[in-house]
């Protein structure tokens, strides 16, 4: 599965251009800080869109549990979402858009909303 698939939309697309081939649904962070997800491939060099907005169906690390509203953050080295950044290089993410159960492998994710 990809890191995150759009489960509802926003309309907020920008302009990217990834410095590495990169997969449809990898989520990364911009240059501001934000987060964003890729909706298709995109070949190192070549300018694609970059989704800031939305609703996302993202992996979740787990055992972990989420109350809607609750902060999402993207652990980078495990690519899942989790509860708290772990290392400089995990961002946030958004915020839990409904409750999620420690058995579920995914969480629906408010992308950038605090």
């Excluded at 251009?17 to 962070?29: L, M």
């Amino acid at each position: 599965m990809a890191e995150a698939i759009k489960y509802q939309d926003e309309d907020s697309v920008i302009d990217y251009t990834p410095d590495a081939a990169v997969s449809g649904g990898e989520i990364i962070q911009l240059q501001d800080g934000r987060a964003a997800v890729l909706p298709v491939d995109l070949a190192s060099g070549a300018l694609g869109a970059a989704e800031t907005e939305g609703i996302w169906i993202c992996l979740k690390t787990a055992d972990i549990v989420f109350v809607a509203g609750q902060p999402v953050y993207w652990d980078h080295s495990a690519n899942t979402a989790t509860y708290a950044p772990a290392s400089d290089r995990d961002f946030f993410l958004g915020s839990a858009y409904t409750d999620t159960a420690g058995s579920a492998s995914t969480v629906k994710v408010v992308l950038n909303k605090r």
